[in-house]
Structure formats: structure tokens, C-alpha cells
């Protein structure tokens, strides 16, 4: 066997056709009517906060400013969902409560979990005004992520 088919065959042993398909199917490729609002050039994003820390929660407002900035805020669209110690950001009493404002002025939603909120037995009333609630703030970002949205957790 010349050694020009010896290095042919340990490549495939090494790396089979799957892998090459693999590989291509990680490569970017034209929207799916499934996300339709990528087809229209609109990123779109959901974003997990499940720690009651400000420096998480500044690195997320940042976060989504610099991506605003970037494409231009009619050109993303940005759901932060809030859950567990996270809801705390929501509070209307937060340390990032004003920013979490400016950022819902510039179009991004921000949800909170109301199975925490019972939990921690909090209402509507102590939290931003404004903001969403969802039932479960996990199921909410699963069906965001099969509705074509990508996942960021600061």
C-alpha cells in the first residue's frame, strides 16, 4: 500500500464521512422558514438571569446594550428572562432597576418567573412596572430557543 492510500484510509478511520456532515451542518446556512424573523435580518435572543448578584445582572445590561449598539436596536430582539434568586432583579427596588427601565424603553422584554415570585412571595406590585410574567421562567426559555431564538447566560 503506497503511502498516499495509507494516509487516505487513516484519515477516513480518523474522521468518517459523519463528521465531515457534521461539520457542514455547523456551518452557517440560509434561515429555515422555521425562524422567520432571521429571514427579515433581525437577531433574536433570550437571556437567562437565575443569580441575584449585581454584577451579573450589570454584565446582562451590558450585555444587551453592546448588542443593541452593535446591530442596532430595531435589529435584535431581546427577551431577558428572570428566575429563582435572578427575579430579584426585577424588583422595583433592584440596584439595576433603572437601567432595566431604559433597556424596556429601547424595546427589550423582561420576564419574571412566577413560580419563583409565589415562592419568594412577591406580587406584581413589588416588581418593575412594565415587566412580563411567564408561568415558568425554564419553559419560557425552551420555547424561545425552538422558536430559533440563541441563549446567552452572562
Avoid at 457534521?22 to 433581525?42: I, W
Avoid at 449598539?69 to 435589529?75: C, Q, R
Amino acid at each position: 500500500m503506497t503511502s498516499t492510500i495509507r494516509t487516505a484510509v487513516v484519515c477516513l478511520a480518523l474522521f468518517p464521512p459523519t463528521v465531515g456532515s457534521a461539520l457542514a451542518a455547523d456551518a452557517p446556512s440560509t434561515p429555515s422558514a422555521a425562524s422567520p424573523a432571521s429571514l427579515a435580518g433581525v437577531l433574536r435572543v433570550v437571556i437567562q438571569v437565575d443569580e441575584n448578584d449585581e454584577g451579573r445582572w450589570n454584565l446582562a445590561l451590558d450585555n444587551i446594550r453592546n448588542a443593541q449598539k452593535d446591530v442596532g436596536a430595531k435589529n435584535i430582539d431581546i427577551e431577558l428572562v428572570a428566575y429563582g434568586p435572578g427575579v430579584a432583579m426585577l424588583q422595583d427596588d433592584s440596584l439595576v432597576a433603572n437601567r432595566v427601565q431604559v433597556a424596556m424603553a429601547a424595546g427589550v422584554r423582561f420576564v419574571a418567573c412566577r413560580n419563583t415570585m409565589q415562592a419568594k412571595h412577591l406580587t406584581e406590585d413589588e416588581m418593575i412596572p412594565g415587566i412580563g410574567y411567564v408561568q415558568a421562567g425554564v419553559v419560557e426559555i425552551i420555547r424561545k430557543q425552538m422558536e430559533g431564538f440563541a441563549y446567552l447566560r452572562p
